[in-house]
């Protein structure tokens, strides 16, 4: 059973900086998508940044040259690195992952259970 697990969400001032990781635990081939999403109080969840396994990132226009995603993937993990977070970052931010072939099983599509961002202003 594959998992997504994140860590690093909290508190952290205006412009601050926060570093998010993501996991997917398992016994894991291969991973053609990783990226984060995020969900705001009375908005809709929306794409943050995305990375296809060796291709190039992509960035929502709110966080370009601001954010960036990375993975590595013999750790199976993605990070998200936020630097001057404002106060509109704040939201509950969720990985997801795209593609991942694992022994016979393959996972479509895949979320973790989100983490809370803060940014206080």
């Known amino acids: 059973q594959v998992q997504l697990v994140e860590s690093g969400g909290g508190l952290v001032q205006a412009g601050g900086s926060l570093r998010l990781s993501c996991l997917a635990s398992?016994?894991?081939?291969?991973?053609?998508?990783m990226g984060w999403y995020r969900q705001a109080p009375g908005r809709q969840r929306e794409l943050v940044a995305r990375?296809?396994?060796?291709?190039?990132?992509d960035y929502a226009d709110s966080v370009t040259g601001r954010f960036t995603i990375s993975r590595d993937n013999a750790k199976n993990t993605v990070y998200l690195q936020m630097n001057r977070l404002k106060s509109e970052d704040t939201a509950v931010y969720y990985c997801?992952?795209?593609?991942?072939?694992?022994?016979?099983?393959?996972?479509?599509?895949?979320w973790g259970q989100g983490i809370q961002v803060t940014v206080s202003s």
């Open positions: 997801n992952t795209k593609g991942i072939r694992s022994g016979s099983a393959y996972y479509p599509d895949l």
């Open positions: 990375i296809v396994s060796g291709g190039s990132p």
């Open positions: 398992g016994s894991i081939f291969s991973i053609n998508v």
